[in-house]
């Protein structure tokens, strides 16, 4: 946070008055109050930032290194240590986090799959005029409550309900519609809960990626894929990038879908460690628990931006002119 | 894609390299082009030069394949392409705005088509590098585009295009956002690249000096209409029409009524002076006129150029034929030329160009006889909705 406070602070212009600078930074508090100017401004920022962000997270972490000591109390912290850590990964912290990774990975890359043609459809087919109102139709479930959203998939994707009477009146399915409370379940609730989060920064990007480039592309005799594989994509990957966390980080911490839509057979990581706080008020062990669901998912963006490095740098090789000289 | 060796050497077949045969295009209500004709021979630099919403930037989209003609046909090299996609025509366009691929550095943009067209690597290497020298940008090939200035993005835009070996190149305005110095410049550069690389230019502009200083022939278009086809010399010198007249060059356009018709010499006159004219035809308006003879009576308008004017200080004696006495009103000196303008009677506003040499500078205020000859009088019909020059009413 103190970086943020500190970027504002426009370096002493030397250039302009050399003269008069000497005397300037004589006089005492010049750097400081400026520093503090700048920190006034930045107030709603960085106390946000403090107050939802910092502190939660550093009490977080401070709990995660104390323990519970009786029946009726859920943390106490006079004395740290790290054995909360090998407590939280039990084998069943360690199947539910991989399921959950799974999930997280999978939805996301759903997510992406479903939302890229419908963004580029959005930005590039649909006439200005009726794009806000598609947009709005992507944002109209905003308006509804997460969890209602999701008991309404309970109903939909019942044994009994009206898509398994449905798919068996069309002979799709032969008995009802085995699904709720499987991973599937969790997994159809979390593409269906995140999507608009992907659409959105995918629509932007591509909408950011502008036609006449695309017009550049055509004329030097770009079909409509090469263009999207070579101009639109690579141009709207910030989009993607941006899509990507948006979905993945809520993602892997959900516990609302998984509760509702998953029951026993679909649990994810979200979930234990809400009974920690909630049920078995070991808040240590939940705190322990966060601490590595935290770590583990900026792990894992953190190997994504890697692999996509990576990839950029390939495809760049590859599809670059080697030219021997004027390469600088 | 454009291009493939087999282009390069593709004869000469005699036809008309580029042939545009009744082409209309309608945008809902309103009609761009308006049954249009036109061939382009093969090497030329053709202009299509036109207030913006004239027509020629829809003309040079439907030749790029970004517009679909409601009807007519394009013929290149004898063949209709307007059935084909823009990727698969071989011609390429040098756009306004460049638009260049910002996630590409120099060298890629320009391979860019090359790799489309499935050129084996090593010639593309060899073509991208021939056509940064041919442009003389062979230091940037790993810049990205950001990091060019305006007339060097220009050149890498030019060089993206041409390394296609397209059979017509098409320039959408591509000189507009430079700055006048620059744009002299790579007008020089393109006239250049167009006499070393005998490709065909379809040039579009709305700006006459660029139209004049580089073409072979220069399409003036208005209203989705050509209203005259001719060299640079021609169009002015010999404009079929008053919107011609007007937009080429300066103009003075003077309402006059014709009072007689007398062998080889017409009889116009002004609200302000008698003229004589050996013009006795009377032009149309525009294209979509008709021309005709001067008839006794009739309302028309006189045009002379400012530079057919001459300006002496006012003389004893009232002016008399193809004269006039009028009060400077506003002088700017321009280098090579004087320009005076000058207020005849109520408010006849004349435009006067003189050379600087061999003529002393009037002040403003001064009095001065103006004086033309009869054959640099001509003559147009008046008519509404075709906009002239603001200067010379």
Redesign the interface.
């Known amino acids: 946070m103190s970086t943020q406070a500190a970027r504002p602070t426009p370096p002493v212009n030397r250039s302009a008055n050399t003269g008069q600078t000497k005397e300037k930074e004589k006089r005492p508090g010049g750097l400081s109050s400026r520093f503090f100017g700048a920190s006034a401004m930045s107030f709603p920022t960085w106390a946000y930032a403090l107050f939802f962000f910092v502190i939660p997270v550093a009490l977080v972490i401070f709990y995660s290194f104390g323990y519970k000591p009786d029946q009726f109390t859920a943390i106490a912290t006079d004395h740290l240590s790290f054995d909360r850590y090998p407590e939280a990964m039990s084998a069943s912290f360690v199947s539910t986090f991989f399921a959950t990774l799974r999930i997280s990975l999978f939805g996301t890359f759903l997510c992406l799959i479903i939302a890229l043609p419908f963004a580029y459809w959005l930005a590039i087919k649909v006439s200005p005029a009726r794009r806000s109102l598609a947009l709005a139709l992507v944002m109209v479930p905003f308006w509804t409550n997460f969890l209602v959203r999701t008991l309404g998939w309970q109903i939909m994707l019942s044994p009994d309900g009206f898509l398994s009477q449905w798919m068996q009146g069309l002979g799709i399915l032969d008995g009802p519609l085995d699904i709720l409370y499987t991973r599937s379940a969790v997994q159809i609730g979390v593409v269906y809960n995140y999507l608009p989060l992907m659409i959105l920064p995918l629509f932007v990007a591509i909408d950011a990626s502008g036609q006449?480039?695309r017009?550049?592309?055509?004329?030097?005799?770009?079909?409509k894929v090469?263009t999207f594989l070579?101009?639109t994509l690579?141009?709207a990957m910030p989009g993607v990038v941006s899509g990507c966390l948006l979905v993945f980080i809520p993602l892997n911490g959900d516990y609302v879908t998984a509760t509702v839509l998953g029951g026993a057979s679909g649990s994810m990581v979200g979930q234990l460690i809400a009974n920690q706080f909630n049920t078995a008020q070991n808040w240590a062990v939940g705190a322990a628990m966060a601490m590595i669901l935290i770590v583990s998912t900026l792990v894992v963006v953190g190997l994504g931006f890697t692999l996509l490095k990576l990839g950029q740098t390939i495809t760049a090789r590859l599809?670059?002119?080697?030219?021997?000289?004027?390469?600088? | 894609?454009?291009t493939t060796a087999a282009t390069e050497t593709t004869p000469s077949t005699g036809l008309d390299h580029l042939e545009i045969r009744g082409v209309k295009k309608v945008f809902g209500d309103n009609t761009a082009i308006e049954r249009l004709d036109l061939t382009v021979h093969k090497g030329e630099f053709l202009s299509l030069l036109g207030p913006s919403g004239c027509g020629k930037t829809t003309l040079l989209r439907m030749i790029?394949?970004?517009e679909t003609p409601t009807d007519g046909a394009i013929l290149l090299a004898g063949r209709d392409i307007v059935s084909l996609?823009?990727?698969?025509r071989p011609?390429?366009?040098v756009?306004q705005?460049y638009?260049?691929?910002?996630?590409m550095?120099i060298?890629?943009n320009?391979?860019?088509?090359l790799?489309?067209?499935k050129v084996p690597?090593p010639e593309?290497?060899q073509r991208?590098?021939e056509v940064?020298a041919l442009v003389q940008m062979?230091?940037?090939?790993?810049?990205k585009p950001e990091q060019l200035s305006g007339g060097q993005q220009q050149r890498i835009a030019l060089a993206?295009?041409l390394v296609?070996r397209p059979q017509v190149l098409l320039l959408d305005e591509p000189m507009s956002a430079l700055d006048r110095k620059l744009r002299e410049e790579m007008q020089l550069e393109l006239k250049r690249l167009h006499t070393k690389l005998d490709t065909t230019f379809v040039f579009v502009t709305h700006d006459q000096d660029e139209a004049l200083a580089m073409s072979d022939r220069i399409v003036v278009m208005y209203n989705g209409v050509i209203q005259q086809i001719g060299s640079g010399e021609d169009i002015y010198a010999n404009p079929h029409n008053g919107f011609v007249a007007g937009f080429i060059g300066k103009q003075n356009f003077v309402p006059a009524e014709t009072v007689g018709t007398e062998s080889g010499t017409a009889r116009l006159r002004t609200a302000n002076a008698i003229m004589e004219t050996t013009s006795l035809d009377r032009r149309p308006a525009s294209a979509t006129g008709t021309a005709g003879t001067l008839t006794v009576g009739e309302r028309v308008r006189a045009a002379i150029r400012p530079e057919r004017m001459r300006v002496a200080p006012a003389a004893q004696e009232r002016p008399g034929t193809n004269s006039a006495r009028g009060t400077v009103m506003s002088v700017s000196f321009l280098g090579d030329v004087i320009q005076y303008m000058i207020v005849v009677g109520d408010n006849d506003e004349i435009l006067a160009r003189v050379p600087a040499a061999g003529n002393e500078l009037l002040a403003s205020g001064t009095e001065v006889d103006l004086s033309w000859e009869a054959e640099d009088v001509a003559v147009y019909d008046c008519e509404d909705g075709v906009p002239s020059a603001e200067d010379g009413v």
Do not use: C, W
Not at chain 2, 99 to 103: A, D, K, R, S, V
Not at chain 2, 110 to 113: K, L, N, Q, S, T
């Open positions: 006449k480039l017009e550049a592309s055509y004329d030097l005799g770009a079909g090469k070579r101009v690579p141009m599809n670059s002119v080697p030219l021997k000289d004027g390469r600088a | 894609m454009t790029a394949g970004f996609p823009p990727h698969r011609v390429n366009t756009f705005s638009l260049l691929f910002p996630h550095n060298a890629d320009i391979a860019y088509g790799k489309q067209a690597k593309i290497a991208v590098r940064l062979e230091d940037f090939a790993g810049r993206r295009a296609n």
